[in-house]
Nanobody, 114 residues
Framework: QVQLVESGGGSVQAGGSLRLSCATSGSIFRFNVLAWYRQAPGNQRELVAA???????VYADSVKGRFIISRDNAKNTVNLQMNNLKPGDTAVYYC????????WGQGTKVTVSS
């Protein structure tokens, strides 16, 4: 059974940083583009960043220059380094493939206060 387990969320003040991590099974990791998504209250889930196994990346305009997605091939994890956080980044963050192929995990909540 495919599992996606997100961690690393928390509460920070604007300008702070957080590092999110998503643990995946090896079968997902090797053959898929992996991505981070987020959903703020009252909003639809949106793509934040994506990275192919080869290392190609895509970022939402709102996070370019602040967030960095990475993959640890040895640990089957995909990470999201979030810097210079803004209140608008407050959301529950999820990882999945792109396009979405797997059941959503529980997500990890990020709260940014001004």
């Amino acid at each position: 059974q495919v599992q996606l387990v997100e961690s690393g969320g928390g509460s920070v003040q604007a300008g702070g940083s957080l590092r999110l991590s998503c643990a995946t099974s090896g079968s997902i990791f090797r053959f898929n583009v992996l991505a981070w998504y987020r959903q703020a209250p009252g909003n639809q889930r949106e793509l934040v960043a994506a990275m192919s196994y080869a290392g190609n990346t895509v970022y939402a305009d709102s996070v370019k220059g602040r967030f960095i997605i990475s993959r640890d091939n040895a640990k089957n994890t995909v990470n999201l380094q979030m810097n210079n956080l803004k209140p608008g980044d407050t959301a529950v963050y999820y990882c999945n493939s792109r396009p979405v192929l797997f059941m959503w995990g529980q997500g990890t909540k990020v709260t940014v206060s001004s």
